[in-house]
Each structure stands twice: as C-alpha cells, then as structure tokens.
C-alpha cells in the first residue's frame, strides 16, 4: 500500500524533525504517531503527488503547533533548539540571518521578539514580565513580527506556510547573511 511505503520512508526523518523542536522523547513519539496517522488518513486525497514531501512536511509541523497549543496557548515564530545541529528546520537555518535584523528594530520590539520567539516565553508570561495586558504584548509580538518580516524580505524571497514556518528560501541581494 502507497500509504504504508511512505510512512516507512518518511518515519526516521520525521522522527528527527520533531527532535529539533520537541526535547522530550515520549512527546516526540507522540506527536510523530499523530502525525503518520494524519498522513495515513489524508493521502488519498492528496491532489498534487509531486509536492508530497512539503506536504508530509506540512502535516507535521502543524501537528508540532497542536502539541504546543495544547501545552501553552502560545506558539513562537521560531522554537528553536539550543544545538543547531538538532534542528533541521530552516527557520533554525535562517536564525543567523535574523539575528541582524532583529537588531535594527526600535528597542520594544527587538525586546519582544528577544524575550519570546527568540527567547523561549510565551506571550502570556511576557506581558506580566512587562507589567503589560496579554493583548498588549501580543500586539507588540506581533507588530514586531511583521517589522522584522519587511526586513527579512529585502534581503531574501521566503516561502512559508500560515503558520510562519518558512518552507524554501533564496537571496535577492548581498545582505550579509548568505551561507
């Protein structure tokens, strides 16, 4: 069966994927047996087979985001592992470039972006750290996402899904970040 043949070659990758972004292992198990069966169930009316791999992909980083929704209320733009050999995302690929363009914001939202997609709180705990109401500090968040966003897109053309994860990428010009 189709189905089964890709979950087999898609299991391992899979597995480490959600390693970079997950630290505990019965979690990471958890969240890939979720993925595989929504996989599993959803193939058959996959409609375009040749961007399979982004789709399995797709599938399993919204699965990542439902496990952190339910955890916390709150996803980062870029929940990234400490170890950059862990994360095979290329938003921890990307980190380096960001890092330079988060610094040419103006100070409250670097400090934003800084504390929470960078820094590892969620928006409910930035906004009592700052003595702000969570809607607030979610305005900030996001205010801050869409500053370093324009940024980001002067130096590079991005494909991402809707929930930020950034899917290809190539430069537009010399912006210091090029690997």
Same mark, same amino acid.
């Given at each position: 069966?189709?189905?089964?043949?890709?979950?087999?070659?898609? *299991?391992?990758? @899979?597995?480490?994927? %959600?390693?970079? &972004? #997950? =630290?505990?292992?019965?979690?990471?198990?958890?969240?890939?047996?979720?993925?595989?069966?929504?996989?599993?169930?959803?193939?058959?009316?996959?409609?375009?087979?040749?961007?399979?791999?982004?789709?399995?992909?797709?599938?399993?980083?919204?699965?990542?985001?439902?496990?952190?929704?339910?955890?916390?209320?709150?996803?980062?733009?870029?929940?990234?592992?400490?170890?950059?050999?862990?994360?095979?995302?290329? *938003?921890?690929? @990307?980190?380096?470039? %960001?890092?330079? &363009? #988060? =610094?040419?914001?103006?100070?409250?939202?670097?400090?934003?972006?800084?504390?929470?997609?960078?820094?590892?709180?969620?928006?409910?705990?930035?906004?009592?750290?700052?003595?702000?109401?969570?809607?607030?500090?979610?305005?900030?968040?996001?205010?801050?996402?869409?500053?370093?966003?324009?940024?980001?897109?002067?130096?590079?053309?991005?494909?991402?899904?809707?929930?930020?994860?950034?899917?290809?990428?190539?430069?537009?010009?010399?912006?210091?970040?090029?690997?």
């Amino acid at each position: 069966m189709v189905e089964e043949r890709i979950i087999n070659n898609f *299991n391992g990758k @899979l597995e480490k994927f %959600i390693a970079g &972004f #997950v =630290k505990d292992q019965s979690a990471v198990q958890d969240i890939l047996q979720d993925a595989l069966l929504k996989i599993y169930i959803a193939y058959p009316n996959l409609k375009n087979k040749e961007k399979l791999t982004s789709w399995v992909y797709q599938i399993t980083r919204n699965t990542i985001y439902d496990h952190f929704r339910k955890k916390q209320n709150d996803v980062p733009l870029f929940d990234l592992p400490n170890d950059p050999s862990e994360a095979p995302s290329l *938003n921890h690929e @990307l980190l380096d470039c %960001i890092k330079p &363009f #988060v =610094k040419q914001l103006p100070e409250k939202y670097k400090d934003a972006l800084l504390q929470t997609d960078l820094g590892g709180l969620s928006q409910k705990q930035y906004a009592k750290k700052i003595g702000l109401s969570y809607s607030g500090a979610k305005s900030i968040v996001q205010r801050a996402r869409i500053k370093l966003k324009a940024l980001f897109n002067e130096c590079c053309q991005i494909e991402s899904d809707k929930y930020g994860q950034i899917m290809s990428y190539h430069h537009k010009k010399a912006c210091g970040c090029s690997k």
